[in-house]
């Protein structure tokens, strides 16, 4: 049994909590003889700069880089909020993702079943919600330069952030969306603003290109991206794959995501290219946040990133039983009514971070 | 009585149907002798196109500059999908935009009481909603150099576009919003995203010192634009004004306006700064766009495009009374039952643009 190399890198907040019950799944899965791992563990964020003043080491990326997968908590919270732009929490988060090329964020929004009425929206318009959201994570305006702000005198600054998109860059994330919609209802829904943007024009043709040339047989839509806020909100479920820029990712994705009204439950994947070998770069964490106002207090919902281990099982570890397994377990738990706090209706009671690990091993 | 100057570009799709209702209000106010006006006509976007090609001619530049207010329907088709970039539809929206210096734009967000079923959010989540945008409106990625494409060879092309901010434009936008907000409910929540982009960090520095120099009565709040995206969909309620910078403006207005279900009854205002004499440019349009899919038809709703002109009576043409009873004439034609297509339940029937017109002409 191959012994998989796992960097965890619990980051801040609520992260070190849930990752714990990480942790309880992978020593329960060695334990069972399902799996076999080699863990590292590093710090990220407000917890790298606490330590040695920068939001991720040289050491810690160097671990990223060796993995097989890095397993990412989340990070931030206003104990850094002015500590410098280089060194802040996010700094990490952002340097993890361009030196490990992960060009591809895969944001699922699912709304499970047990769940729907934990949606702010009506349950017949979420219920059975399935949208993937493909988002382009190492280019836009994130990383363009420059990115600069300017004393002009009088009193005025200037700030500036430049959106860069190449025609390789547009490629492999749209190849990506068409490949991921062929294994699922073969739909990609491309999104920009072609109607104010360079880059948005870049991207229409570029993603209608490539469509012409090898998918056909998938549907193709183009929405600018305010349009698809709305529609996002009204009608969801006309959705199957959505690819977007870094920017409009990140909104429409943590939109979708609070759609299912479970945004404790969600994982994410961020992958690179496929190297000769068929090895590519991999990191899997939950689509929440660092969530300061309930750290500490031992109420998060583990389950996004225990999802998030089971995701890395299926597409970089080679254990896609393990990771069904996972998440039947999951599932089963949740059938059970268990429920952490924020997917417990109002009034009714629920349990802690922990209490649901353990649910979640014993499951297993 | 003034005479208002008022310039109408009713633009293209359901633009034109939607403004022929505004004509009949306007006529029904001279004739009961509420309000006299000098109206013109003119084209925009894509009709402009196909009459001179251009999305907005010189002399109806030149008409708008000496208007009182523009009131302006909706823009673009997929008649017009393959037209140049500088010609394309949208080009004489941003020119207005643009050559007026219309930077702040009021974007409201109101559920009303009849109507909160029509919303896909839980009626509980929606019901009283009022929010209100405020929108940079001439700065940022829509406007900043380089915005460009370059072919970069070997099938290879780069697309940039620019966000750029400086002190003054992001001060007198936060300075609206602090003052709309003092004849609200005195909360202001200011969106970036500093954490990736400079001009989010100088975004929220500026404001931070406009409120700490002359608005400390007012409550503000920073939040980034992802976790606004979020939070207005899990509980809108909580806010009161929401000011953000032109590309965030446009895609959370378009979600924000949603949540209430009913699109097509929100109208918006663009403003200038006043000059000497206390006057200022302004133009006046519905929230929804130009609905290609049912243009035509004569099923749009004209409440939005209506109330646009109460907007420009109450804000531009010092008639706050007059339009307080367009305003009341609404709500009863509302409480009456009368539904136009996109709010009327499913299964219930429905009534025409210039039914809908005829209705509230005869409420006035
Ligand atoms: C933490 C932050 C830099 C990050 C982003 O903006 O990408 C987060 O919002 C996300 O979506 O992963
Ligand atoms: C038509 C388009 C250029 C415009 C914009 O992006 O500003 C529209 O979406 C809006 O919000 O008024």
Same mark, same amino acid.
């Given at each position: 049994?191959?012994?998989?190399?796992?960097?965890?890198?619990?980051?801040?907040?609520?992260?070190? $909590? =849930?990752?714990?019950?990480?942790?309880?799944?992978?020593?329960?899965?060695? #334990?069972?003889?399902?799996?076999?791992?080699?863990?590292?563990?590093?710090?990220?964020?407000?917890?790298?700069?606490?330590?040695?003043?920068?939001?991720?080491?040289?050491?810690?990326?160097?671990?990223?880089?060796? !993995?097989?997968?890095?397993?990412?908590?989340?990070?931030?919270?206003?104990?850094?909020?002015?500590?410098?732009?280089?060194?802040?929490?996010?700094?990490?988060?952002?340097?993890?993702?361009?030196?490990?090329?992960?060009?591809?964020?895969?944001?699922?929004?699912?709304?499970?079943?047990?769940?729907?009425?934990?949606?702010?929206?009506?349950?017949?318009? =979420?219920?059975?919600?399935?949208?993937?959201?493909?988002?382009?994570?190492?280019?836009?305006?994130?990383? /363009?330069?420059?990115?600069?702000?300017?004393?002009?005198?009088?009193?005025?600054?200037?700030?500036?952030?430049?959106?860069?998109?190449?025609?390789?860059?547009? $490629?492999?994330?749209?190849?990506?969306?068409?490949?991921?919609?062929?294994?699922?209802?073969? #739909?990609?829904?491309?999104?920009?603003?072609?109607? =104010?943007?360079?880059?948005?024009?870049?991207? #229409? $043709?570029?993603?209608?290109?490539?469509?012409?040339?090898?998918?056909?047989?998938?549907?193709?839509?183009?929405?600018?991206?305010?349009?698809?806020?709305?529609?996002?909100?009204?009608?969801?479920?006309?959705?199957?794959?959505?690819?977007?820029?870094?920017?409009?990712?990140?909104?429409?994705?943590?939109?979708?995501?609070?759609?299912?009204?479970?945004?404790?439950?969600?994982?994410? !994947?961020?992958?690179?290219?496929?190297?000769?070998?068929?090895?590519?770069?991999?990191?899997?964490?939950?689509?929440?946040?660092?969530?300061?106002?309930?750290?500490?207090?031992?109420?998060?919902?583990?389950?996004?990133?225990?999802?998030?281990?089971?995701?890395?099982?299926?597409?970089?570890?080679?254990? /896609? $039983?393990?990771?069904?397994?996972?998440?039947?377990?999951?599932?089963?738990?949740?059938?059970?009514?268990?429920?952490?706090?924020?997917?417990?209706? #109002?009034?009714?009671?629920?349990?802690?971070?922990?209490?649901?690990?353990? !649910?979640?091993?014993?499951?297993?």
């Amino acid at each position: 049994m191959a012994t998989h190399k796992l960097l965890l890198l619990a980051g801040d907040g609520i992260g070190p $909590e =849930v990752m714990e019950e990480v942790k309880r799944v992978i020593a329960w899965l060695e #334990k069972a003889g399902l799996a076999s791992f080699a863990i590292e563990e590093g710090l990220v964020g407000g917890a790298a700069y606490d330590a040695h003043g920068a939001s991720i080491s040289e050491a810690d990326m160097a671990l990223a880089k060796a !993995a097989d997968a890095v397993i990412f908590g989340a990070v931030g919270g206003p104990k850094w909020a002015d500590v410098g732009y280089d060194v802040r929490p996010e700094a990490g988060l952002l340097r993890l993702r361009k030196d490990l090329e992960l060009f591809a964020n895969l944001r699922p929004a699912i709304c499970y079943p047990a769940l729907a009425e934990a949606s702010s929206l009506k349950p017949e318009v =979420v219920e059975g919600l399935d949208i993937l959201i493909v988002r382009e994570l190492t280019g836009g305006v994130y990383f /363009g330069e420059p990115k600069t702000i300017t004393d002009l005198g009088n009193g005025q600054k200037r700030a500036i952030d430049t959106q860069v998109y190449d025609t390789f860059e547009i $490629e492999r994330i749209a190849a990506v969306a068409f490949e991921l919609a062929r294994t699922r209802r073969n #739909k990609v829904t491309s999104s920009e603003k072609h109607n =104010v943007m360079k880059s948005g024009v870049l991207w #229409k $043709e570029v993603v209608t290109q490539l469509h012409a040339r090898a998918y056909k047989d998938v549907e193709l839509d183009h929405q600018l991206a305010d349009s698809l806020a709305m529609q996002l909100v009204r009608w969801p479920k006309q959705y199957d794959v959505i690819v977007t820029d870094n920017l409009f990712g990140d909104i429409l994705s943590d939109l979708a995501a609070m759609l299912t009204g479970s945004i404790g439950m969600l994982p994410s !994947a961020s992958l690179g290219a496929a190297d000769a070998a068929g090895r590519r770069a991999s990191m899997y964490e939950p689509v929440h946040g660092s969530a300061p106002d309930i750290a500490g207090k031992g109420i998060a919902n583990p389950i996004a990133m225990i999802g998030s281990l089971a995701m890395a099982l299926r597409y970089s570890l080679g254990q /896609g $039983e393990v990771a069904d397994r996972i998440e039947k377990a999951i599932a089963a738990v949740l059938d059970a009514g268990k429920r952490t706090a924020d997917i417990a209706p #109002k009034g009714t009671p629920s349990i802690s971070t922990s209490a649901m690990g353990t !649910a979640i091993v014993e499951a297993l």
